[in-house]
């Protein structure tokens, strides 16, 4: 087989079964892209996933770009392939994009570390003793009571449940405001951690799910973030 476009490093197939053969033939076609003129290198592709959708879905994930293809069922490879090579220099500049991108070191949940709620930056406090953990602001301070010898995996946990209350507070008025000014319900919706997306809907349940990291975010992009997935109701 030849290389699907010039400067492409054709990626050996060994001959396997029919089905497993045209899932091989999808994955030599991705990392033909990530390694084509100076893409990263072959970690930065994921499979083609072939789903009951119209329309073929491209992303570039971070932190290493890599990439993943969902598409239809009945799209062929040919076409696929097509798509994809148009779409290179997005693909490019996306990875760019991750790559320059700054990343938040791993948080230890100690004293004067930088954290951040509805977009605005507070120190933690961490007090120890034999109250009940809690979370609160005080001024320019985030502090988080907790008790003696708490591992951070514990304060982390804490942490995480005082913001998810935080949207469990914030998330039902701005669905009761947009659901009047779109003509459209939310049986119910869902917080919890989110690797890759900050929200995703299930048009069929009409329900939500919001990436608990929203409540780090200014009050204005979780309303984006909703109004977003509730256009995919109507």
Same mark, same amino acid.
């Given at each position: 087989?030849?290389?699907?476009?010039?400067?492409?490093?054709?990626?050996?197939?060994?001959?396997?079964?029919?089905?497993?053969?045209?899932?091989?033939?999808?994955?030599?076609?991705?990392?033909?892209?990530?390694?084509?003129?100076?893409?990263?290198?072959?970690?930065?592709?994921?499979?083609?996933?072939?789903?009951?959708?119209?329309?073929?879905?491209?992303?570039?994930?971070?932190?290493?770009?890599?990439?993943?293809?969902?598409?239809?069922?009945?799209?062929?490879?040919?076409?696929?392939?097509?798509?994809?090579?148009?779409?290179?220099?997005?693909?490019?500049?996306?990875?760019?994009?991750?790559?320059?991108?700054?990343?938040?070191?791993?948080?230890?949940?100690?004293?004067?570390?930088?954290?951040?709620?509805?977009?605005?930056?507070?120190?933690?406090?961490?007090?120890?003793?034999?109250?009940?953990?809690?979370?609160?602001?005080?001024?320019?301070?985030?502090?988080?009571?907790?008790?003696?010898?708490?591992?951070?995996?514990?304060?982390?946990?804490?942490?995480?449940?005082?913001?998810?209350?935080?949207? @469990?507070?914030?998330?039902?008025?701005?669905?009761?405001?947009?659901?009047?000014?779109?003509?459209?319900?939310?049986?119910?919706?869902?917080?919890?951690?989110?690797?890759?997306?900050?929200?995703?809907?299930?048009?069929?349940?009409?329900?939500?799910?919001?990436?608990?990291?929203?409540?780090?975010?200014?009050?204005?992009?979780?309303?984006?973030?909703?109004? @977003?997935?509730?256009?995919?109701?109507?």
């Amino acid at each position: 087989m030849k290389a699907l476009i010039p400067g492409a490093v054709f990626i050996g197939l060994r001959t396997v079964r029919r089905n497993q053969r045209a899932r091989s033939l999808e994955y030599g076609f991705l990392k033909q892209l990530v390694i084509f003129r100076g893409f990263i290198d072959a970690r930065s592709y994921e499979h083609v996933i072939r789903k009951e959708i119209k329309n073929v879905h491209l992303s570039v994930h971070p932190p290493t770009g890599r990439i993943r293809v969902a598409a239809p069922q009945r799209m062929t490879l040919e076409v696929l392939r097509v798509f994809a090579i148009a779409k290179l220099p997005w693909i490019k500049k996306q990875q760019k994009r991750l790559r320059e991108q700054e990343r938040e070191t791993p948080r230890e949940y100690i004293d004067r570390e930088s954290h951040y709620v509805w977009g605005s930056r507070y120190l933690l406090k961490v007090v120890e003793g034999d109250e009940k953990p809690s979370v609160e602001i005080s001024g320019r301070q985030l502090l988080l009571r907790v008790r003696r010898d708490t591992s951070s995996e514990r304060r982390e946990a804490i942490l995480e449940e005082w913001q998810r209350e935080l949207l @469990h507070a914030a998330i039902p008025p701005l669905i009761a405001k947009w659901q009047k000014l779109m003509n459209t319900r939310v049986n119910r919706y869902f917080v919890q951690r989110m690797k890759t997306k900050w929200g995703s809907c299930n048009h069929r349940a009409a329900t939500i799910r919001l990436n608990t990291d929203l409540a780090r975010k200014p009050r204005e992009c979780l309303e984006y973030i909703v109004v @977003h997935e509730m256009v995919h109701l109507l």
